[in-house]
């Protein structure tokens, strides 16, 4: 991130933090949260970030806190709450309303690390899952950060009932579960998700399918006018943002200073919210 961009999201976190909240705190929430973003921003731990010379010369002047306070203050309600906020300001609007995606990524950790809240998932992986709805334009609208043992399925429905989404949700086979469809008839919207390897070939009961599912196997199998293929290859615009994010902040490979649920949740929502940040200050060509 260049200083540009971090000067514009310096003027935003500042311009949401409230004030100081209390006269005890040395440090106000956005003093807090900037360097909290500083560690992310350059893939390092947040003690790192602690020290004057992680910093440009020209504002090593400014004093930071310890680590142990940014442990401590990074579990405050007001300064989660100020997160909360930054990420919702820099994603503004939904502009993709007609189709959004839903997919997960795994967040790996080493199979002997000592992370007790990290499990075993497919393949002998170990760590965690990032679940996140996407709109079109490439916006996460909604994300959860799980143990990788948590069914994908289970996480749609409840970042469906989470999410504003309208129109299409499109999925892989993965997602073809008929609770899942069940959650999106009642969200008033259309799942669209190929069948199982499993289930294709079988033919479709018309009078045990749901209208939903019968919807969905008629746009991925049944296509006449290439409206399902538009739709089947719009939902690759999660798999382009899940890239993006692994490339700017290896967020698929969390730091060894980046262990436990809470930790690996504030370490991706800080890679969210800094990807969200370089596109939305990046420079505007001429």
Known sequence: MDWSCWQKLVELVRSLDPGPGSARFTYTDADIVLTWLWADAN???????????????????????????????????????????????????????WAYAVDGMVVRVARHSGDRNATFGAFGDRGYKLHAICDSTGKISVWRVTPLHCAETKMARRLVRAACVEGYLLADAGYDSTKLHATCVECDVQLVAPRKASRRGGGVRRGGTPPSRRRSIDLTECDRTGFGRALQGARKVIERVFARLENRFGVTHPPPSVRGLRRVRQWIQAAIILDLALDKFKPQPA
Do not use: H, N, Q
Not at 56 to 61: D, G, H, K
Not at 70 to 92: F, P, Y
């Open 43 to 97: 893939k390092r731990a947040v003690s790192w970030a602690c020290e004057r010379d992680s910093w440009p010369i020209f504002v090593r002047a400014t004093a930071r806190p310890s680590s142990s306070r940014m442990t401590r203050r990074l579990r405050t309600a007001s300064v989660r709450a100020l997160i909360d906020r930054i990420e919702s300001a820099l994603r503004g609007e939904p502009t993709g309303r």
